[in-house]
């Protein structure tokens, strides 16, 4: 499965990558914020993507929006320190199917993959 | 300062220690005032804004950092590399405003993208109309400290108001 993160800290797309790789998946691909993520869309096509909220020049709320705008289909899993339920509801109304608040454990942030996963394939 | 902001966010740093570190986190008696910098190499700062205004700021001793960092990542940090310390750093003073302004109860706040400053005597300045809590902090990795300077503003101030704060090494 092709997996995106989005995320501007390189140490967490390190650990999130990590625990992907430790799941079995391999083909995983970087952007450090909203721009460069839709910068690669076209080109990777992602059948899921992990984004963080807080980045410079497009925050993940924002590339959500534009990535369902422009007919992006595959889940999104927001995962980010925003904890409010506010913040949740804002994230699931712009398009995210799952949420994760950072810190997480590695259990945790496989157990939501799948979980994503599974509801999309149900 | 409002005392109520001073709880969230040592608990958030205890929770982010524990769930990341696997570290307790021992808290000293918090104070007023700037922490004392002389004993800090590595400073990371976020600012706060909407309901409230302000940053938090966590200095580490280079060590102190760099084995948190090596903990953190699961690969040693060296002294020169400085870029993935400054990333690791930022990510943990982004977890730990983002988990105390979840508790600031009935708030709207959002957080800023962190900054980290590296230097021996480096200062940090803050706002200068909001009295910082300092707050001594010890865990496996050494001591740390985190410094608070966060208000509670009008709504109608909030619109022409910003979090800030600057660095000097």
Not at chain 1, 16 to 36: F, N, P, R, V, Y
Not at chain 2, 155 to 166: L, M, Q, V
Request: aromatic share 6%.
């Amino acid at each position: 499965m092709k997996i995106l993160l989005v995320d501007d800290s390189k140490t967490m797309r390190n650990i999130q990558k990590s625990i992907l790789t430790q799941m079995g998946h391999e083909e995983i691909e970087e952007a450090c914020d909203g721009l460069d993520a839709l910068s690669k869309l076209s080109s990777f096509e992602p059948e899921l993507l992990l984004v963080d909220w807080n980045m410079p020049n497009m925050d993940g709320l924002s590339f959500v929006k534009e990535y369902r705008a422009k007919g992006g289909k595959s889940p999104v899993m927001m995962v980010t320190t925003e904890a409010e339920k506010a913040r949740v509801i804002e994230a699931i109304k712009a398009g995210v199917n799952n949420y994760v608040v950072k810190p997480f454990t590695p259990d945790l942030l496989s157990q939501r993959i799948e979980e994503t996963m599974s509801k999309v394939a149900a | 300062m409002d005392s109520n902001f001073v709880l969230p966010v040592i608990k958030s740093t205890q929770n982010i220690f524990e769930m990341m570190f696997q570290l307790p986190v021992e808290i000293g008696e918090p104070t007023m005032g700037s922490i004392d910098q002389s004993k800090f190499d590595v400073s990371g700062i976020i600012g706060m804004n909407g309901d409230v205004d302000g940053n938090v700021v966590i200095s580490f001793p280079m060590s102190t950092a760099q084995r948190l960092v090596s903990i953190f990542t699961g690969m040693e940090c060296a002294e020169e590399d400085t870029e993935d310390l400054c990333d690791a750093i930022g990510e943990i003073v982004n977890m730990i405003a983002g988990g105390a302004k979840a508790q600031f109860d009935g708030m709207s706040v959002s957080i800023t993208c962190p900054s980290v400053v590296i230097g021996a005597n480096h200062a940090v300045y803050g706002r200068k109309d909001v009295t910082s809590v300092n707050i001594p902090c010890s865990c496996d990795c050494g001591e740390f400290c985190l410094e608070l300077a966060i208000k509670s503003i009008n709504k109608s101030e909030g619109a022409s108001s910003g979090a800030s704060a600057s660095a000097t090494s």
